[in-house]
């Protein structure tokens, strides 16, 4: 199958905080020729990271909670457990921008960094595409509050043993993907990250 599209038509619907645009396209079949005409609205979002920072020698992850609008539909879960996240600004790479919102969101120094994969979050309607990492941290000052004034955060930080963590991925307690499929990875993956990060 020769995997082709053509934009017929773009426009913008709304430009703000988030930016909404329309889609009038064509792609190609499997089963020869092309699609009819078809709209879609795309929810434009920049690429992102994902942080699960983990302290080998405590065997601890740091999670972090605040305020969702979401999640505002289902109004007694607004406020999610999850990892650390941001945006990658103009010129950031992705490594830059890990570093960078550990510090802002969890007050936590990364000393070493490693890539679990890279997804798209929701490609069925949104552009986003992640980054996710593990960092390497020591956990032992870690918590609070923190995050940016300027960016209205507020964000609630702990640690929990990582057999908790994952506890509250198998009970419904951490509901948003990203901190999901982390925390997940660690489990499969734990044996080897100790080895590296411990040796």
């Known amino acids: 199958m020769n995997k082709e599209f053509k934009i017929i038509n773009k426009e913008i619907l ?111 309607g949104a552009s986003e595409r992640i980054t996710l990492f593990c960092g390497k941290i020591d956990s032992s000052k870690v918590g609070g509050i923190h995050g940016l004034d300027h960016e209205d955060e507020d964000i609630w930080v702990r640690t929990v043993d990582f057999d908790e963590a994952y506890r509250m991925v198998e009970n419904n307690e951490i509901e948003s993907a990203i901190p999901i499929i982390a925390i997940q990875w660690l489990a499969l993956n734990k044996e080897k990250i100790l080895q590296k990060w411990l040796l």
């Open 14 to 124: 709304y430009s703000g905080f988030f930016r909404m645009e329309k889609y009038c396209l064509q792609h190609t079949l499997y089963g020869g020729g092309w699609s009819a005409e078809i709209n879609r609205e795309l929810f434009v979002r920049g690429s992102c990271v994902a942080v699960l920072l983990y302290d080998p020698e405590r065997d601890k992850v740091v999670l972090i909670e605040q305020f969702r609008a979401g999640a505002i539909l289902n109004p007694d879960r607004a406020w999610l457990v999850e990892i650390v996240a941001g945006a990658i600004e103009e010129n950031e790479t992705a490594k830059e921008v890990a570093y960078r919102e550990s510090i802002e969101e969890a007050g936590c120094d990364i000393q070493e960094l490693i890539v679990i994969n890279e997804f798209y979050t929701t490609p069925g």
